[in-house]
């Protein structure tokens, strides 16, 4: 125990005028939406690191560990700083990372009057709804996952993460996931290997599937025409889950895909076409 509140010790002194070298971190894509990355030693990563209460990602690869932290889309300042503790609450470091803000493009859609002005009826609904998608968001599965992600639908981009969002003329939530579109019946794949945590049929999101990869990395696939998979059912990368669809708030055939960490939505393209994992190759050399 003495040992252990020794390198304890050892963590605060040796990380307590470090912050200044990650004033800046040299991956680009620290921007709202992104991921912030870093190496972490063996020690850090056997424990539970946390930030602002909530356990974060930590990854383990070929022996070196990571850790990756989801930014907010909604970061508006330019220097954002954070601690990271363990869970008794000692500070092991502090993370002071430049956010760059990126220019989201604007988008009008035109959707059905009861997405916009619901009933009480179908408000009642909604309430239902948003308390299993609360309770999925929430789930810890212990599970180092497989960052090295695949496009779930073979199709057209139709639309990215981050786009400000008009329905009917008023501005909705932004854009918090890709649209794949392609046509329906289309096979539905897992990007990447985990467990589903909840199917379902709801209001906005149409029929929908949580595939849980592991220590806070989720994908959620909505709009979907069929669900093939069930609840705590696992899954490999590349297997069948479910066919596009457009169902729920929707106005055409596509897949529309989240991806959570740290219960944040971050930009699903930065695990498809390997920048995160470039980078983690760059910093590990
Ligand atoms: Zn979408």
Same mark, same amino acid.
């Given at each position: 125990m003495r040992l252990i509140r020794f390198y304890i010790l050892i963590f605060i002194i040796s990380y307590s005028h470090i912050p200044s070298l990650?004033? @800046?971190?040299?991956? @680009?894509?620290?921007?709202?939406g992104g991921i912030y990355v870093t190496e972490i030693t063996k020690a850090e990563y056997? &424990?539970?690191?946390?930030?602002?209460? &909530?356990?974060?990602?930590?990854?383990?690869?070929?022996?070196k560990f990571y850790l990756l932290y989801g930014l907010s889309y909604h970061l508006k300042t330019? &220097?954002?700083?954070?601690?990271?503790?363990?869970?008794?609450?000692?500070?092991? =470091?502090e993370i002071r990372i430049n956010i760059v803000q990126k220019n989201?493009?604007? &988008?009008?859609?035109?959707?059905?009057?009861k997405y916009t002005e619901p009933t009480k009826k179908i408000l009642e609904k909604i309430k239902k709804d948003r308390i299993k998608l609360v309770k999925a968001r929430k789930i810890w599965f212990?599970?180092?996952?497989?960052?090295?992600?695949?496009?779930?639908?073979?199709?057209? $981009?139709?639309?990215?993460?981050?786009?400000?969002?008009?329905?009917?003329?008023t501005e909705g939530n932004y854009h918090n996931g890709y649209d794949i579109a392609?046509? !329906?019946? $289309? @096979?539905?794949?897992?990007?990447?290997? *985990?467990?589903?945590?909840?199917?379902?049929?709801?209001?906005?999101?149409?029929?929908?599937?949580?595939?849980?990869?592991?220590?806070?990395?989720?994908?959620?696939? !909505?709009?979907?025409d069929e669900i093939l998979v069930k609840e705590n059912q696992y899954v490999e990368k590349g297997q069948i889950i479910g066919r596009? *669809? $457009?169902?729920?708030?929707?106005t055409g055939a596509h897949l529309h895909w989240s991806v959570l960490v740290n219960n944040t939505y971050i930009d699903p393209e930065l695990l498809i076409?390997? =920048? $995160?994992?470039?980078?983690?190759?760059?910093?590990?050399?």
């Open positions: 990650y004033a @800046s971190s040299n991956f @680009s894509n620290v921007h709202p056997n &424990q539970d690191l946390l930030i602002d209460g &909530q356990k974060i990602l930590k990854w383990n690869k070929d022996n330019e &220097q954002h700083s954070f601690e990271i503790k363990n869970k008794d609450g000692d500070v092991l =470091r989201f493009k604007t &988008q009008k859609i035109n959707v059905n009057k212990e599970n180092n996952p497989d960052i090295e992600f695949i496009l779930p639908v073979k199709g057209i $981009t139709t639309g990215t993460f981050g786009t400000k969002r008009f329905y009917n003329g392609a046509d !329906i019946g $289309t @096979s539905v794949v897992a990007p990447s290997s *985990g467990k589903i945590t909840l199917t379902g049929n709801f209001f906005y999101n149409g029929k929908s599937i949580f595939l849980d990869h592991g220590r806070g990395l989720k994908s959620i696939m !909505i709009h979907l596009v *669809g $457009t169902t729920g708030k929707s076409d390997k =920048r $995160t994992i470039e980078h983690l190759n760059l910093e590990g050399s």
